[in-house]
């Protein structure tokens, strides 16, 4: 059988067989050429490292050009998108998408105002960067950055670049600037006077002649604020960080009844408030620091936020009370909303052992150096109607801590052989 097998093979014409390997060859070529063909197109519709995809931006990058802004917010460095910028009025500062290729311009509709209040805006010829001076009324301005990452650089020149027609542009960014306010500053006495937009908020003592010894030898660290943000329905939802917006940092007013109950209100004693970015810092890193030890808070309740020196006065705070400065705060967790601080110890009571708990962890950020040092005050209160504890925290700049029982017999919370201080926020 084989061998007939064989036979029948060695029968076939040399004809029939150059014919068949002619087609086998063709049939190969096809496959490989639409195989090549398949490839060519995947390439052309999709990405390469010759051409790659348009660059996603990541941040703003600011510069601050030379203007003497002592006691305004430090806003130069990167900037995260979707991040309020902080500014004084009559600042020049340059602002720049990140990384540096994508480039762009704030869109011309969206600077409207800020031209029509004195601000100017122009385009740097020589980098992808706009060229903002800041205007003298205070308020916030919606600018809208459109990008153009494929765009030459020499097309983008000239006052307010036009935004590029290509397909490859990223939506729209929003870069929101609040304006700050320039307090009117005065010297009567041993005080120095405030005014806010025409409106007094009261005076400051010098630091060189406190009765505090902590606070003469650190007199620089107590600075009268010179420039404030101003509180509006829109500017209060300001987020600042995670669940957590400009309008918390002043506190609303309560008050007490004629029949002694404590009534909580919705208004606030001011409406203008010194920005201290180092607290905003502190609050942010330590609400993740306590949610790493796994405590439930959602975000911080404030007894007190920023007080003018007359409201200060007027509820017997201390007489340097950082809360005067803007960067004090006293703060508990109140996930239930019932004006308590909550069980965070789950010893089934409300006392300062739940305080404690947020103060250690605030200390901690303190002792490794994450946060500008400060005050850290832990409070217990009695009665059904008091918060139960709260915690007081400062960027101060030295350590000081205290503890209090309605406001009224000290105790001893930190270790003794860290540095006390004096009590007093």
């Known amino acids: 059988m084989q061998l007939q097998l064989v036979n029948s093979v060695r029968a076939i014409p040399r004809k029939v067989w150059l014919i068949a390997g002619g087609a086998a060859a063709f049939l190969f070529a096809m496959w490989m050429l639409s195989l090549l063909f398949h490839r060519s197109s995947s390439s052309a519709s999709s990405p390469s490292l010759s051409q790659p995809a348009a660059t996603t931006m990541n941040e703003w990058q600011i510069e601050l050009l030379g203007n003497n802004l002592g006691g305004a917010p430090q806003f130069a460095g990167t900037h995260p998108l979707n991040k309020p910028l902080f500014v004084p009025p009559g600042a020049d500062f340059s602002v ?78 929003a870069l929101d600037i609040l304006v700050l306010a320039e307090a009117e500053i005065s010297a009567k006495g041993d005080r120095t006077l405030l005014s806010v937009n025409g409106k007094s908020i009261g005076g400051y003592l010098d630091p060189t002649k406190s009765t505090s010894k902590l606070v003469r030898e650190h007199a620089g660290l107590y600075q009268v604020p010179r420039f404030f943000a101003q509180l509006t329905p829109e500017t209060a939802k300001l987020r600042l960080g995670p669940d957590f917006e400009l309008g918390q940092l002043i506190a609303f ?121 400060g005050g850290i005050g832990l409070y217990e209160w009695s009665g059904d109607e008091s918060v139960r504890s709260h915690v007081h925290i400062d960027c101060r700049g030295f350590i000081s801590r205290w503890g209090l029982i309605d406001n009224k017999r000290a105790f001893t919370w930190w270790p003794p052989e860290e540095f006390q201080g004096e009590a007093g926020e």
């Open 96 to 173: 720049a998408a990140q990384p540096a290729e994508i480039g762009g311009a704030f869109d011309e509709s969206s600077v409207v105002m800020w031209l029509q209040n004195g601000g100017r805006i122009s385009t740097d010829p020589s980098a992808a960067r706009q060229i903002l001076h800041t205007p003298r009324q205070p308020g916030l301005y919606h600018l809208t950055w459109n990008s153009s990452p494929n765009e030459p650089r020499a097309q983008r020149s000239g006052n307010l670049a036009p935004a590029s027609s290509s397909s490859e542009l990223q939506p729209p960014l």
């Open 253 to 373: 007013k309560d008050y007490t009844d004629k029949d002694g109950h404590k009534v909580f209100t919705t208004e606030r004693h001011t409406d203008v408030l010194p920005l201290r970015m180092e607290l905003i810092d502190k609050l942010v890193k330590l609400r993740e620091r306590l949610r790493q030890k796994g405590v439930k808070v959602t975000r911080f309740a404030v007894t007190s936020g920023f007080r003018t020196p007359d409201y200060n006065r007027q509820i017997h705070g201390a007489a340097y009370s950082r809360h005067c400065y803007g960067d004090g705060i006293d703060i508990y967790i109140d996930e239930n909303n019932d004006h308590h601080m909550d069980d965070l110890n789950g010893d089934g009571k409300l006392d300062r052992k739940d305080g404690l708990i947020i103060a250690n962890a605030c200390r901690e950020l303190e002792l490794e150096g994450a946060v500008v040092p």
